[in-house]
């Protein structure tokens, strides 16, 4: 235990901090001189950016052009590209970890980790003429804000870079100048921005322009005495809840980013100039003191502790502790958390340090483990679960190992306890340690992952392309396909269909591979990005392995595979696909071609016909006329006459199709057409001389509304000319005379001459009006074998 505590320094009377080194040999030992380069690290042991420091005159051995490079905190190498676009003002990371670079004509421009352009976004679209002077980037590791200072003293903010709208804020008084310093402060509700300038601090946010007040003489904390024109330094603490500011007289003022809560006010004297100021985790803030290689962390509420570095450092705030970046090192320095202290601490009598010494004396195969136990007795759960916790915050694994098997050897002794936490932290571990190796260089601890989340873990890892390792630890961790291993692999196979250099055909098949046991994997999406290589044909590969056909079609349509597209629409059996398809096909290829095209597939024709003839018969028309389908057309011609109710009309679409049946030889439909041409003639003739409508009805329709209107001379004439069957005229007659109960008439047609329909349906209809009387007349007329029945029929009536 004191070589765990041998970089422990007291602070206060009952804590300590300490000082832990992430990576002891960094890969960049060589290659960078943090003294005359700008460090800007991504938070939670990200990425770091290295550029020159353009205020500092230095030798430069290669082009006079930015040189972007980004390291891992292990400082290995990810990218380094020439800035080669305009004035870089700016650079930040988002929170995605994708870099921002901000220009002074307010474009800014993305990169990712390895220097690929992404896209652009303007912070002053409406004034194009103005320029930047400069510009902040911070995130809260839910969205990213930019803000930018325009040349006319104008503040920008974008809340969200992610949905592209810009605010203007108030104007600030009397600033002609550039202001001291300014920084983004993001309070709960709202995006704030502080600036100091020679005579005033401003709090801007959307709807005012507030002055603020800040006291560093005055012993009483809550009454400001004058307004503070000398402020030269401004740190935010990670989490936005806590603020440092440092004027002339190197007196630090200490609150909440609000300004309205003052923790401490810090007036002790300081033998030379800070450097840097950043804050450490919530608890205090942290000074970097080039010319005394020192770095002092003064306390939020009290005291204060010291570190000493040799070699230039740069500072970064986490949510946690303060990042050391150095040349030859990366330290962490870090308030002891409560569960570690209690159990390392010496003299310490808490259950958990109980336990701890427990274990190892059971290790060592010594009676005192019992002892101990005894010891801890009532408080053992609480032991076991202040060792695991305690566990979390440790990055060295051979102190995890003691703490975990600390917690592993007191649950043996416990009841009904839950090991989901400990079977959750080993694995988190396991992960974790994964992580920290310098090959891969992410720094991260167990609060900052709690902070972001596993998924947003394991984004940073496929974002640095480190598949296979994203691969295990999601399997390790029991996360689900969705999330975890489909995502994962989806994100490796789009960067594979970018890499030119392999064969499209070995290509997809290597995906499909590794891709075919896992659920989920998005191929049309891994599609999209090959094509957008202008890799089409790798494209279109990949896309036979979709599973979504709806997902398939649109992108073999975009990229002009209409007849691969028809089949699996047709396949798919969606008839809604089949349309898309096909008006797709109709709108870009030639009238010839479509149809010659759709003519291979039956289905696909008949639902096109079926579309034609609901929304397009002049395509339907076309389309049989180019195949000189004369049944078709006729067919067609025919449809149209029935959809009209103009008389010459019909007669046209009738005689275009006796043209049509002509050519084909069909005698029969032919016959009909014209018969149908020659009734449409005669009931023209019939509606001018009888003024009546006898449009659209049929032949025996016809027939029976003259016999309606006692027209018989007509309706005989109609009779003979048409060859209206004897039977079915003489039903006619039947049907009307019984309907406008005409016995009479009934009767003299009985007698003109024998009834082709017996005499039957005169009983019939006689029966059907309820006419007894009249039904008896023609009861002898009946047949023999059936006079029985009808007779019965005719007695039956009331």
């Known amino acids: 235990m004191s070589l765990l505590t041998s970089e422990w320094v007291p602070y206060g009377t009952e804590n300590y901090f300490r000082k832990l080194e992430m990576y002891s040999d960094m890969y960049w030992c060589n290659e960078i001189d943090i003294s005359t380069s700008v460090v800007i690290a991504a938070p939670c042991g990200g990425p770091v950016i290295v550029i020159r420091d353009r205020t500092k005159l230095v030798s430069v051995k290669t082009v006079g052009k930015p040189i972007i490079s980004v390291y891992t905190s292990s400082g290995k190498i990810i990218s380094s590209f020439v800035w080669s676009s305009g004035h870089l003002i700016n650079l930040g990371w988002s929170n995605n970890e994708e ?433 957008n290589s202008g890799r089409i044909q790798l494209a279109i590969k990949l896309l036979d392995y979709e599973t979504q056909v709806n997902l398939q079609i649109p992108l073999l349509l975009k990229y002009q595979q209409d007849n691969i597209a028809l089949k699996k629409a047709v396949e798919s059996g969606n008839t809604d696909l089949v349309y898309m398809v096909l008006l797709h096909m109709q709108t870009s290829m030639p009238l010839g071609k479509f149809q010659m095209e759709i003519k291979k597939s039956s289905v696909a024709q008949a639902l096109y016909i079926k579309y034609c003839h609901q929304q397009s018969g002049y395509s339907l028309l076309d389309m049989y006329t180019q195949e000189d389908n004369h049944e078709e057309l006729a067919l067609y011609h025919i449809t149209e006459s029935i959809k009209t109710n103009n008389t010459k009309e019909m007669s046209v679409s009738i005689n275009e199709a006796i043209n049509c049946y002509k050519r084909t030889r069909d005698e029969f439909s032919l016959t009909t057409c014209e018969s149908q041409i020659k009734l449409i003639r005669y009931q023209s003739s019939l509606e001018e001389k009888l003024k009546n409508n006898f449009r659209n009805l049929t032949l025996h329709d016809t027939l029976l509304k003259l016999l309606e209107i006692n027209e018989l001379k007509l309706a005989d004439k109609l009779h003979s000319e048409f060859k209206v069957p004897e039977r079915r005229y003489w039903w006619a007659r039947l049907t009307i005379l019984g309907k406008q109960e005409d016995w009479n008439e009934l009767e003299k047609l009985s007698k003109i001459k024998k009834s082709p329909i017996g005499y039957e349906p005169f009983v019939d209809i006689c029966i059907e009006h309820g006419n007894k009387y009249e039904a008896l007349k023609y009861l002898p007329k009946v047949k023999d074998d059936l006079k029985q029945i009808y007779n019965t029929k005719i007695t039956s009536l009331s």
Not at 125 to 146: C, G, P, S, Y
Not at 391 to 411: C, N, P, R, V
Not at 495 to 507: H, I, N, R, S
Request: with cysteine.
């Open 99 to 531: 870099i921002l670079c901000c220009q002074d004509d307010g474009l800014v421009l993305i990169y990712d980790l390895f220097g690929n352009y992404q896209h652009t976004f303007s912070m002053i679209k409406d004034r194009q003429d103005v320029k930047l002077l400069d510009a902040r980037i911070a995130n809260n590791f839910i969205r990213t804000i930019v803000a930018v200072l325009t040349e006319t003293y104008n503040i920008y903010v974008m809340n969200d870079i992610t949905k592209v709208k810009v605010h203007i804020l108030p104007n600030i008084p009397d600033m002609n100048i550039l202001p001291n310093l300014w920084e983004i402060v993001l309070l709960e509700r709202q995006t704030n921005v502080l600036i100091s300038t020679n005579h005033s601090l401003y709090s801007v946010s959307h709807a005012e322009c507030k002055q603020q007040f800040i006291g560093f003489n005055d012993t009483d904390y809550n009454n400001d005495i004058s307004p503070t024109n000398s402020i030269k330094k401004i740190s935010i603490s990670a989490d936005h809840k806590f603020i440092a500011l440092l004027n002339n007289d190197n007196i630090i003022w200490i609150g909440s980013t609000d300004l309205r809560k003052v923790y401490r006010i810090y007036k002790k004297p300081f033998s030379s100039s800070i450097d840097q100021m950043a804050w450490c985790g919530t608890e205090g803030v942290a000074l970097y003191f080039k010319s005394e290689e020192t770095v002092m962390i003064i306390g939020k509420i009290e005291d204060q502790v010291s570190f000493i570095y040799t070699d230039p450092i740069w500072l970064v705030s986490e949510i946690d502790c303060v990042r050391v970046i150095g040349a030859f090192s990366n330290d962490m320095l870090q308030l002891v958390p409560h569960y570690v202290q209690e159990i390392f601490r010496i003299n310490s009598t808490s259950p958990s340090s109980y336990l701890v010494e427990a274990s190892k004396q059971f290790e060592r195969r010594n009676h005192r483990a019992n002892e101990y136990i005894h010891l801890v007795n009532q408080m053992l759960e609480t032991a076991v679960d202040h060792c695991i916790k305690a566990a979390g915050h440790e990055i060295d694994t051979s102190t995890q190992k003691l703490l975990m098997k600390a917690a592993q050897f007191g649950k043996t002794f416990l009841q009904n306890w839950n090991p989901e936490q400990y079977i959750n932290l080993c694995r988190l571990l396991r992960v974790l340690n994964a992580v920290r190796d310098p090959k891969i260089g992410i720094s991260i601890t167990y609060p900052q992952l709690q902070k972001i989340s596993v998924q947003t873990l394991l984004d940073r890892l496929v974002g640095q392309r480190h598949y296979y390792l994203a691969l295990q630890a999601s399997s390790y961790i029991r996360m689900s396909s969705t999330i975890g291993s489909s995502r994962i692999l989806t994100h490796w196979a789009k960067f594979k269909v970018k890499q030119t250099q392999v064969d499209k055909e070995q290509l997809a098949i290597t995906i499909a591979d590794k891709l075919g046991k896992y659920s989920g994997v998005s191929y049309h999406s891994i599609a999209e990005i090959a094509a």
